[in-house]
C-alpha cells in the first residue's frame, strides 16, 4: 500500500493542524446484524462517558486482521442523511461510503453523533438561516459564537481500539480529518476521495469547504497506463 500523500496546497489558515488529542472514554455496549440495500453490516453501539450520546460502528468483514481498513469516520446530519436535504453532501457521502464498504466486502463507517460540525441541530438551523442572509458557512458558525469546526475526533480512538484497527483508507475530503486521525496514532494508508453530489444548492458551501476549510475537492488524475508519461 502506498504512503498518503497530500499534494495539494493549503495557505496557512487552512493547514490541517491537528489539536493534541484529549483521551475519551466510550464504554462498548452491544452489536446487531444491521442488513442494508448493499450488504449486511454489524451495528455496534458505543456510549461517550462525557455526554451520554450513543455513537455507532457499521462494520463489514474481518477488519482486525492488521491490513489497512477502508474506512469512514462521518459525523451525524440529521437533515442530509436522513431528510434527503440537497444543502450539504452529507447523506451522499455517507451512502457512498457504506456502497464502497459493501463493494470491498470489507471495511468500517464510524457513525459520530456530533450534528453540526459539532454545534448541533438547532445552531445548525440557525446557521443556515445565516447562510440564507449571505453568510457562507464559516461565517455563519463564527457569527453564533462558534469555531468553523467543533468536532472532536479523539472518540475515534476508543472505537477502532474496540476492533484491533490501526491503519485506515480513509474515506474523505477533509485534511483537518486525516491529521486528526494521524494524532490519535492511527495511521492513515491512503485517502479515498468522496467526491458525491455537487448541485445548485450546495455549490457555495463545497467552494467555501474547500476554500475556508482546504477540503481536497478535485478528483486526482488516473493512473497513467504504462507506456505513458
Known amino acids: 500500500m502506498m504512503a498518503l500523500t497530500l499534494s495539494i496546497q493549503i495557505d496557512n489558515a487552512m493547514q490541517p493542524v491537528a489539536e493534541t488529542p484529549v483521551k475519551e472514554e466510550l464504554d462498548y455496549v452491544t452489536s446487531c446484524a ?11 453501539a458505543f456510549v461517550e462517558h462525557a455526554t451520554g450520546k450513543e455513537h455507532l460502528a457499521m462494520v ?19 437533515t442530509g442523511d436522513v431528510l434527503y436535504s440537497q444543502r450539504c453532501d452529507c447523506g451522499a457521502q455517507l451512502e457512498g461510503a457504506l456502497r464502497k464498504v459493501a463493494a470491498e466486502g470489507r471495511g468500517v463507517v464510524l457513525y459520530l453523533r456530533q450534528e453540526g460540525r459539532g454545534i448541533g441541530l438547532i445552531n445548525k438551523m440557525r446557521a443556515y438561516r445565516l447562510q440564507e442572509a449571505g453568510f457562507d458557512t464559516v ?33 474523505t475530503n477533509n485534511p483537518r480529518k486525516i491529521a486528526a486521525m494521524e494524532a490519535l496514532g492511527v495511521t492513515v494508508a491512503e485517502r479515498v476521495p468522496l467526491l458525491v453530489n455537487r448541485n445548485k444548492f450546495n455549490q457555495h458551501y463545497l467552494n467555501t469547504k474547500a476554500a475556508k476549510l482546504g477540503h481536497m475537492m478535485t478528483p486526482p488524475p488516473p493512473a497513467a497506463e504504462d507506456g505513458e508519461l
Open 139 to 171: 461565517q455563519a458558525n463564527e457569527q453564533l459564537g462558534f469555531k468553523a469546526d467543533q468536532r472532536n475526533y479523539a472518540l475515534v480512538e476508543p472505537m477502532l481500539k474496540q476492533f484491533n484497527v490501526t491503519s485506515l483508507r480513509l474515506m
Open 60 to 78: 463489514l468483514g474481518d477488519i482486525g486482521d492488521g491490513q489497512p481498513v477502508l474506512a469512514r469516520v462521518h459525523s451525524e446530519c440529521l
Open 34 to 44: 444491521l442488513p442494508t440495500p448493499w450488504a449486511q453490516f454489524t451495528l455496534h
